[in-house]
């Protein structure tokens, strides 16, 4: 039985990632929207586009041609926001500080056709998709200048997409970046003290209450976090305990494929339009220890509200105090199962 409390009255929820409290308000749903509507597009794309820098043939900004793909093309992305070549240095000047930092950034089309994103595509196809994840996370990774290396996309003009072909991007660095220090740090913290996975605990915890269980396989669960920022915010985590995605075998991965597709689906679903996203993959570092603590999961984070026009913006409150949330991680949940 669902606690009422929770879904009554304002409370914070833990984060037990990454240490942090989201301010949960689950009245303040029943508030009437005056603001900002975003524009929806449902104009039908090509599934070739002459003018598009990623479609297969192409030629890019740089001069570059895009070989005929048929599946999925990686290459160095042409403006990356790392280098290679950036020379090593530090500034330390009282309370000025300040570290150089060097890395490889990729970009990763999902499909040769323009018009799919990953909710279209077959799960055979996005099957291909995780296997280059897996290739690049082991090239990159086994770099000495590699430390971690960082899988996401970007869905959609709202979330910032600057190109509509279906794609995503891999960005390796030298040092962990904020969000996943925080969670190797609290990943650590708890193996060292109950030789467990923290996330592989809140799993069993998870499963037993099947309140925030979205679909789940014989090998990957999707759900809702207990702690979810975003609206429709969604986890995928491997039931066993993996420190990355290597660790997943052939089975696992058409596995893992079936589950981006059910909840990429059910998105578009919700409010019957290309739902946006920006997803990621946190999983363990790349610096040459055995990191028994990590538990590897991938993380969609959605800005739609209400319906395909409302938007989630993080201001005031959740800019300068912590983030805010009015619908319920459980009745986010609910809707979203309903649809599958």
């Known amino acids: 039985m669902k606690n009422t409390n929770l879904q009554d009255y304002s409370h914070k929820r833990y984060n037990i990632l990454t240490g942090e409290w989201v301010l949960v308000s689950p009245h303040r749903a ?57 020379p090593k240095f530090t500034v330390n000047e009282g309370l000025f500080k300040a570290e150089s930092e060097q890395g490889i950034c990729k970009v990763i089309c999902f499909s040769p056709d323009h018009s799919k994103s990953l909710a279209d595509m077959a799960v055979n196809d996005i099957e291909k998709v995780i296997k280059a994840w897996q290739k690049e996370y082991k090239e990159l990774g086994a770099s000495e200048l590699i430390n971690y290396v960082q899988i996401f996309e970007n869905k959609g003009a709202v979330m910032g997409c600057s190109n ?26 708890y193996y060292n003290k109950n030789n467990s996975s923290l996330l592989g605990d809140y799993l069993k915890q998870e499963l037993k209450k099947q309140e925030r269980i979205i679909f789940e396989n ?30 997943i075998n052939n089975h696992e991965v058409l596995q893992y494929a079936e589950a981006i597709s059910k909840i990429t689906k059910v998105y578009d679903k919700l409010f019957n339009t290309s739902f946006p996203y920006s997803s990621g993959i946190h999983q363990a570092p790349t610096d040459g220890n055995k990191n028994k603590h990590w538990h590897w999961h991938m993380s969609f984070y959605p800005p739609l509200l209400r319906n395909a026009t409302v938007k989630k913006f993080m201001v005031g409150y959740e800019m300068f105090g912590s983030p805010q949330r009015d619908i319920t991680a459980e009745q986010a949940a609910d809707r979203l199962r309903d649809l599958i």
């Open 30 to 86: 029943k508030r009437p929207w005056q603001g900002q509507n975003e524009a929806v597009s449902n104009k039908k794309r090509l599934t070739y586009d002459e003018k598009c820098y990623l479609c297969a043939g192409n030629t890019r900004i740089n001069g570059e041609v895009n070989p005929k793909y048929t599946d999925v093309f990686v290459f160095t992305n042409d403006f990356a926001a790392l280098q290679t070549t950036s």
């Open 164 to 189: 509509p072909h279906p794609h995503g991007q891999i960005w390796s660095q030298s040092t962990l970046p904020n969000e996943v220090d925080k969670k190797n740090t609290q990943q650590l913290s």
């Open 218 to 247: 014989d090998s990957f669960i999707v759900l809702i976090p207990f702690w979810a920022v975003w609206p429709f915010e969604a986890m995928i985590a491997p039931k066993r305990q993996m420190s990355n995605i290597l660790d």
